[in-house]
């Protein structure tokens, strides 16, 4: 079992940042890839970002690319989302989640095993 637990949600403006965090702990956080997705109101989950195990390889949904970097570190157990150049379309509530098998290349909800219980990011114009 994998508990993780996302932080550093808010409001914030427009072009403004956030940078969340999702702490790990249970089973080692280094065997696993870990990714961010996020759910606005009245939307399917969608896929954010994702990092492998290691924290060499990256990935990004075409949205977010260029504005949001994913990092880990397997010694504090945590993988952050540095959110800049935040937009409207940006507010959901942003979920960490861990997938044993698999690398970055995943997109789907069941492909995942652990989730987080999520934080919100409003983005107000």
């Known amino acids: 079992q994998v508990q993780l637990v996302e932080s550093g949600g808010g409001l914030v403006q427009a072009g403004g940042s956030l940078r969340l965090s999702c702490a790990a702990s249970?089973?080692?956080?280094?065997?696993?890839?870990m990714g961010w997705f996020r759910q606005a109101p009245g939307k399917e989950r969608e896929f954010v970002a994702a990092?492998?195990?290691?924290?060499?390889?990256?990935n990004y949904a075409d949205s977010v690319k260029g504005r949001f970097t994913i990092s880990r570190d397997n010694v504090k157990n945590t993988v952050w989302l540095q959110m800049n150049s935040l937009k409207p379309e940006d507010t959901a509530v942003y979920y960490c989640?861990?997938?044993?098998?698999?690398?970055?290349?995943?997109?789907?909800?069941?492909?995942?095993?652990?989730w987080g219980q999520g934080t919100q990011v409003t983005v107000s114009s």
């Open positions: 989640a861990a997938a044993f098998t698999g690398g970055i290349f995943q997109y789907m909800r069941r492909e995942y095993d652990y």
């Open positions: 249970g089973r080692t956080f280094s065997n696993y890839a």
């Open positions: 990092i492998s195990q290691s924290g060499g390889s990256t």
